[in-house]
Structures are given as structure tokens and as C-alpha cells.
């Protein structure tokens, strides 16, 4: 007897961002599964899928919002879910990876929580995991199994496409970004500038701005960084900027996380826009007049069919998502 195999591809989503799940699935062209989430008593979580998905190509969407902590156990318990289901090949979409600050060790007596997160999504059953913009791209490296790096670049590239002009400077806001800030410039045409700063020693969340090495006067700067948390470094870049003779200051990032004191900073600090994906969710309460959300789910869209049909991701980047 001889089978033909039939392919199926099961989208489901955690409750973190199910608006981003749900353009997922538009763009896919294919309905949202029903994980039948829930939580018991004492705040242990449930998941139970609505169908069969016995040699099924599983797609679990979640990104890590806060609280972080709940997000992730999630996404693990219905990677779980999958695999005791008899899910052929089950892939962990993280829009937005948490625990990827702490990707090294920078001082005596501190976890590596990037790699950490990488073997508990593994152990869970994740045969695949996809991702956007993370924090350094040596996190890929954690994995045992395959991990496809997404970029927001085509999104953002397309948008200053439509609103920059030839006077228009990329800028790193640290010396990090400063390979990210570059292809930006590359494929816009712009020039490339740097704030040099550092954090105070025993620190968190404050930014000194020392320098800023490239032409600024009189031009747009564009600061591209790969998330806003608290604000500390754009907010300080700005300052700098317009110290230095910019004249208008826009600030560009994949993950807008936007912890306080965020948006008080941002409303205060001389920019004029700033642009952020969805990779994580913002309610209309958090957001401000000077800022735009662009989706970010074609791009996702485009991976996990790419994923499902064993063609390369890398293509619809045009090599430009390798970190």
C-alpha cells in the first residue's frame, strides 16, 4: 500500500497579541486554530486544541509582552500541547524574543536568560523557531534546531522610502546598531552617522550621550535602534542631536516596548516621530501623537509560508536578515 502524503498548516495563537495572530492569518489566507485557553484556580495554564492535528505543520504564535513571564510559559505549554498531539513539526513564532538582553555575561554572578529561553522552547518541542530583530545575533547560536531571524527592514525601509529625503542621515544610537544602521543606509542611499555613549557603572536604565561622529547639522536624523524600553538611549541621542545642529529627529524601532517611564520621556524629548512596529501590543491609551505602528505581519506571513513550503526565508529578505 502506498500513501501520498497530505501537508496541513495549523495556525494557532497564545493570548499575548492575538490582533498580530489574527493579520498572520489573513495574510496566510488561512483561519486562527482554537487552543481553548484557560487557567485554573491557582493560575496554572490549560490548552487544549479544538481539532486533530496529528501530522500537522503547527505554527504557535506568541510574542513575549509583559508579563513576560506569563507569555512565555504559554507558548511553552501549548508547544507541549502540539507535540503530545502528534503534530508532525511544530514551530514557535516569537515576534518579539524575551530574555534577549541578558545574551551574555557582562558581570560576576548573572544568568544568560537568551540561552536559557533557547533550551526551554527546544525542550517544550519546538522543532523550528522564528523571530524579529533580536537584541544580538549571536542568540541564534543558542538553538539546537533551525532559527530564522526576521527584520523589520523592509517595513521601515518602505516608510522612509515614502517620507525621507536626500538630507536625511541614518543614525545609530550605539555603537551595536552601528552594522544595522549601515544597511539601512546602504539601501536608502543616506549617509550614516554615530552617537557614542555609556551607562554609569552599577546602572540600569540610564544613558549617558558623549559624541556624535558624522554630519548631523541641519539634517533629519533618522535613529534606528532594534527596541524602545524605557526611552533612556533614543531620548538622550535626541538631546545630542539637536545639541549638534539637527534639525529635525525621528526615531525608528522594531519593538516598542515602552516601559514607564517611555512615553513621558518620548512626549518631552525633541523628536518629531517615532515609528514602531507591532511586534508587541500597544493599546490606544499608550499611544502618543507623535508616534506611528506599522504592521509587521506580512513580513511574519511571508516567513511562515516560506517555512511551511521549504523555500528559503533568507530570499525574501535578500540576504539582509542575516544579523
Known amino acids: 500500500m502506498e500513501l501520498v502524503p497530505k501537508r496541513r498548516l495549523a495556525l494557532y495563537s497564545g493570548r499575548s497579541h ?23 484556580a491557582d493560575g496554572e495554564i490549560h490548552c487544549r486544541f479544538g481539532e486533530s492535528i496529528r501530522g500537522t505543520d503547527v505554527f504557535i504564535v506568541q510574542t513575549h509582552s509583559g508579563p513576560v513571564n506569563d507569555s512565555l510559559m504559554e507558548q511553552l505549554i501549548m508547544i507541549d500541547t502540539a507535540k503530545r ?61 533551525p532559527f530564522d531571524h526576521l527584520t523589520a527592514m523592509p517595513v521601515l525601509v518602505d516608510y522612509l522610502l ?6 536625511t542621515v541614518i543614525v545609530a544610537p550605539d555603537a551595536g546598531r ?21 551607562r554609569p557603572n552599577g546602572t540600569a ?6 559624541h556624535v561622529v558624522g554630519d548631523v547639522n541641519n539634517r533629519i536624523c533618522v535613529l534606528i535602534d532594534d527596541m524602545i524600553d524605557t526611552a533612556g538611549t533614543i531620548c ?22 515602552l516601559s514607564d517611564p517611555a512615553l513621558d520621556r518620548l512626549k518631552a524629548a525633541p523628536i518629531e516621530r517615532v515609528v514602531i512596529t507591532n511586534t508587541l501590543p ?18 511574519i506571513a511571508d516567513a511562515i509560508d516560506a517555512v511551511f513550503e521549504d523555500t528559503s526565508v533568507s530570499e525574501i529578505f535578500g540576504g539582509h536578515n542575516l544579523a
Open 18 to 40: 492575538p490582533e498580530l495572530a489574527s493579520e498572520i492569518a489573513s495574510a496566510l489566507g488561512v483561519s486562527l486554530g482554537d487552543a481553548n485557553l484557560r487557567e485554573f
Open 178 to 198: 552601528v552594522k544595522v544602521a549601515e544597511r539601512f543606509g546602504q539601501r536608502l542611499g543616506l549617509d550614516l552617522a554615530l552617537v557614542h555613549k555609556r
Open 162 to 167: 515614502k517620507e525621507a529625503s536626500s538630507n
Open 85 to 145: 498531539a502528534s503534530a508532525k513539526r511544530i514551530t514557535a513564532v516569537c515576534p518579539y524574543y524575551g530574555y534577549s538582553r541578558q545574551d551574555r555575561k557582562s558581570s560576576g554572578r548573572e544568568p544568560i536568560t537568551a540561552k536559557l529561553v533557547a533550551d526551554m522552547l527546544s525542550v517544550a518541542g519546538a522543532d523550528r523557531v522564528v523571530s524579529v530583530d533580536l537584541h544580538s545575533g549571536q542568540i541564534q547560536g543558542f538553538f539546537d534546531v
Open 236 to 257: 538622550a541621542a535626541a538631546d545630542l542631536l539637536r545639541k549638534n545642529g539637527a534639525r529635525e529627529v525621528w526615531a525608528m524601532a522594531t519593538h516598542g516596548l
Open 205 to 210: 536604565n540610564q544613558v549617558e550621550a558623549l
Open 282 to 299: 500597544l493599546s490606544e491609551g499608550r499611544r502618543i501623537e507623535k508616534m506611528e505602528v506599522l504592521s509587521i505581519s506580512k513580513v
